[in-house]
């Protein structure tokens, strides 16, 4: 594995009006690796990868891309120079089947409309999407299907560094495995970038390289699965206090 | 695109327009009927250009007749006050038609302005524009002298403009059927179903959808002229806000984005409005406006997706007849 910062977060803020959503955050993701974003309900999780994204503009701090200044360009080109995403509530569009949806991710790096037809074809198989439900429409769709239509969609921009939003709330336990699985593929057999954020424990300590816990709006601590795991900080932070 | 795209695209334009060509003879060149063709055909090809910006890109917009508006005024005027050709008119008036929805759209765009705010922002552009025209061309009706020839696209019958507007149908129906197929058209579905989740995937909200508008409105300004002339007259009351309605009324009930739904219902609806009037509107006058308006709720209860949603099921119920039929 190579070293290679792919994202570099410093010193990032943003502030909801008298509420601080994230304090001071800094990480570093680097290539090919699997990071595990953690931490109790309102830690700053989703506006962390808000910032990074453009949706929000963060209120101090910088974001690097592959070495590039993004802090705050507009999505479209910050999904244009490789970083995609995936969302906690899930964003489908209803009106357009499946397949449609996903070419229109995959229009981003071609013209050609029947050629990013193949390509989101190819992506709706290796996600493991039943093919024979490709053209129906979102609306008729099952959640563990839009999560794996919304999973493609981001695929299919062909990013280099890809935030998964809690992909796995929701479904049931067999379903996770599932998942978990096809997260695992797209980072080994397409070698994105990924970044994790999740509440399910078994599931991000089990695909994760690196755990990085936010908690109020702070970067708690980072490490292995196992030491996160460990750490009473951590415990703190989702449990409280220890019991006199 | 490769040539079968190109068949698609337009031949279902042409099967329409020739289609529409026979029609002059099947009604024996009877004026009244060429007319409500002519109507017809106008009025299917505003609300298939209304249905790029509120079909595709899903943006209600309520302001098509402030378009259709200043195009045809432009047209008319040059034509009447400076003996300017309208083939040379019309394609002034799309421009400035494109230049006025660039001149909203961008701000409103830059903005966010979205949902019932831009249909409300494009509603007030329709007013604004009814209630200038008045100091700019006074409180009175024009009547268009009579000029005739293909110089002045004007003719002593109805025959030859509506076979003209059948051309500009035939263009509109290959744009929409076009773009539904290409990039443009897969971005704007994207940014109807769900604007944050398309600028996530790349799409550049802003861009396409000023795109989407500035096409329309130029299709509008270039209709204008045709409007005018069909209708004999124009006045401050071309910028109607309830024609404006009416349109996006045609391209909602005929499904969004549905090409074959809106030109079905810019036709059926145009008809049943004309024999509405016709019948009721001597026993009680406005009577028709309400039947018009039940039926159209009743098609919002039984098809909220649209004609478009029946035209789809009885293809699918046809074609599992002819599966069966086979096997």
Known sequence: ?244 | MNPRNVITVILPALTVALIGTTIPFLVGFNQYYVLLALQSVIMASIALAWNIIGGYAGQLDLASFAYVGLGGILATMLMTEYNVTPWLGMFLGAGVSAALAFTIGFPLFRFGIKGVWYALSTAALVVILHEASIMFLGPFDYYIPFVEGWYYLRFRTWENLYYFSLVVLAFVISLNLYISRSKIGYYLKAIREDEVAAEAVGIDVRKYKLLALVTYASILGFIGYLYIVSQRTFSYNTFSGPQSVYVAIVGIVGGLGSVSGVFSAALILKIVEEYLRGFLGGVLPGLHLLLFGSLLIIVGILRPGGLSSLTDALTKKIRVRIQRWYS
């Open chain 1, 1 to 244: 594995m190579s070293n290679a910062v792919v994202l570099e977060v410093s010193g990032l803020s943003k502030r909801f009006g008298g509420i601080v959503a994230l304090n001071n955050v800094s990480l570093k993701i680097t290539k090919r690796e699997i990071v595990g974003i953690i931490g109790p309900n309102g830690a700053g999780k989703t506006t962390l990868v808000n910032c990074v994204t453009g949706i929000y503009r963060p209120d101090s701090g910088k974001v690097f891309f592959l070495g590039e200044d993004i802090t705050g360009k507009p999505p479209h080109l910050i999904a244009l120079k490789g970083v995609a995403r995936t969302w906690q509530k899930i964003r489908p569009f209803y009106n357009m089947s499946v397949i449609e949806a996903v070419t229109a991710g995959a229009l981003l790096r071609t013209k050609d409309v029947l050629k990013a037809r193949e390509e989101a074809t190819e992506v709706l198989e290796f996600v493991g999407f039943p093919k024979s439900k490709f053209e129906m429409l979102g609306r008729n769709i099952t959640l563990i299907e839009h999560k794996l239509v919304d999973l493609a969609r981001a695929i299919a921009t062909k990013p280099k560094l890809l935030f998964i939003d809690e992909v796995v709330a929701g479904l049931r336990p067999h379903e996770v495995d599932v998942i978990a699985d096809v997260v695992r593929r797209v980072n080994r057999e397409m070698g994105i970038t990924l970044g994790v954020i999740e509440h399910v424990m078994r599931f991000v300590m089990s695909i994760s390289d690196r755990i990085v816990v936010l908690h109020e709006g702070r970067l708690l601590t980072q490490g292995t699965p196992a030491e996160v795991a460990r750490d009473p900080l951590v415990v703190e932070a989702y449990l409280g206090t220890k019991p006199v």
